[in-house]
T-cell receptor, first 116, second 111 residues
Framework: GAVVSQHPSWVICKSGTSVKIECRSL??????MFWYRQFPKQSLMLMAT?????????EQGVEKDKFLINHASLTLSTLTVTSAHPEDSSFYIC????????????FGPGTRLTVL | ELKVEQNPLFLSMQEGKNYTIYCNYS?????LYWYRQDPGKSLESLFV?????AVKQEGRLMASLDTKARLSTLHITAAVHDLSATYFCAVDPNRDDKIIFGKGTRLHILP
């Protein structure tokens, strides 16, 4: 099936630093990708929609200046958590749909961010 | 506001037993997804249900969709320990791939 990868898989950083997370579709092109965050033992919450060649659209309550999204190509979206704080610690998951394979969203393996 | 409610949220059961997880959603959606998540892992797609009355089966899991009742079920038959995981249902009401998830059902199957 389609593969979506994320890098890194786990990152620990100090408070105040910025962290970039990459999401790649490995065998298909995705004009749209989605970023979710998941706190421990909770569900996934949609953060934003990443659009290739245009600005991302953010869900209500998500700070666009805090979570910078860049969708530079049809196979890569990046999420940068700027000036990270401990409350940003979470599991970040991206997803993309391969429109040639029907209506299934493919999820990346996730990136666990721990901010000290 | 769209709500996706799963019931139960936690389930512990013996191997060999049957059980059904329910997913209710509050607005019209003709796309209903079921995912599995193992601890520390991402989501694995189980089923995509696209029409009223759709029924899909894979191994010991069977999912159904009633769009009129805004209800989907995930039925587990003769549970085995390997099915222990968290199961999420999700909908895409606007057909824009922006998926809204339920809170998940944590399933623990005792050997």
């Amino acid at each position: 099936g389609a593969v979506v990868s994320q890098h890194p898989s786990w990152v620990i950083c100090k408070s105040g630093t910025s962290v970039k997370i990459e999401c790649r579709s490995l065998d298909f092109q995705a004009t749209t990708m989605f970023w979710y965050r998941q706190f421990p033992k909770q569900s996934l919450m949609l953060m934003a929609t990443s659009n290739e060649g245009s600005k991302a659209t953010y869900e209500q309550g998500v700070e666009k200046d805090k979570f910078l999204i860049n969708h530079a190509s049809l196979t890569l979206s990046t999420l940068t958590v700027t000036s990270a704080h401990p409350e940003d610690s979470s599991f970040y998951i991206c997803s993309a749909a391969d429109i040639t394979r029907g209506d299934t969203q493919y999820f990346g393996p996730g990136t666990r961010l721990t901010v000290l | 506001e769209l709500k996706v409610e799963q019931n139960p949220l936690f389930l512990s059961m013996q191997e060999g037993k049957n059980y059904t997880i329910y997913c209710n959603y509050s607005t019209t959606s003709d796309r209903l997804y079921w995912y599995r998540q193992d601890p520390g892992k991402s989501l694995e797609s189980l089923f995509v249900l696209l029409s009223n009355g759709a029924v899909k089966q894979e191994g010991r899991l069977m999912a159904s969709l009633d769009t009129k009742a805004r209800l989907s079920t995930l039925h587990i038959t003769a549970a085995v320990h390997d099915l222990s995981a968290t199961y999420f249902c999700a909908v895409d009401p606007n057909r824009d791939d922006k998926i809204i998830f339920g809170k998940g059902t944590r399933l623990h199957i005792l050997p």
